[in-house]
């Protein structure tokens, strides 16, 4: 009952409902928790990183360039995506291919650019409807898209002593207490009772709690 109330009252102060799900299952079923962390491990390690705001701007420098240098709207956007290969932008390209409108190639490019998702639809319908070039409009996007690769890592610096802070702080003592429990060495081995495991389960979900407290403070001052 007290571990639905703190993980409840963790949601509400605006904790994500995916951590707070993560600690009640660490809480309640700590071998399914193991589990999943390993799934989620290997499953991070395979995909690796997805592409940023460096791989926008890269790819919006290279169409820039290419209407600059007298390119087609069609031909400079096939030839500026193998500059950004990180970016899926092979629907993009077929529709360049297929000698679509420019607004369906600039909707395409939008589902795939993050920061400069309505501005890279706007600029091709502009190009589409007037005919003018829209090179200086590209590089704008461009740094803007710089600009947000550049938020992003400050951010990230500036954020990672509390990130650390909440890992090291709710992260270790549930680890040694899970480990206990699934090895029987250590903090939560011995065969909990009925008594210490309600105990053990309201350390826990206390710890789980105050760390998505700081997350959650985290991702607040970041937006």
Known sequence: MLIGVVLGLAVALGAPWQAVAAAGLAVLHPGWFLAGVVVWVIVRARRGSGPGPEDESAFLRGLAAELSAGA???????AAAGRAPALDLNRAVRLCTAGRPPEEIGAALGE???????????????????GGAIAPVVDSLAMRAEAAGRLARERAALTA?????????GGVPVALVLLGLATGIGPGAG??????????GIGLTLIAAGSLAVVAMVRRAAR
């Open 72 to 78: 087609s709207l069609r031909g400079a956007v096939v």
């Open 112 to 130: 795939v650019l993050e920061v400069n998702r309505v501005g890279t639809a706007a600029a091709f319908r502009l190009a589409s409807r007037t």
């Open 161 to 169: 002593q509390a990130r650390l802070s909440a890992w090291i702080v």
């Open 191 to 200: 065969g909990l009772e009925s008594g210490g495991l309600i105990l053990v």
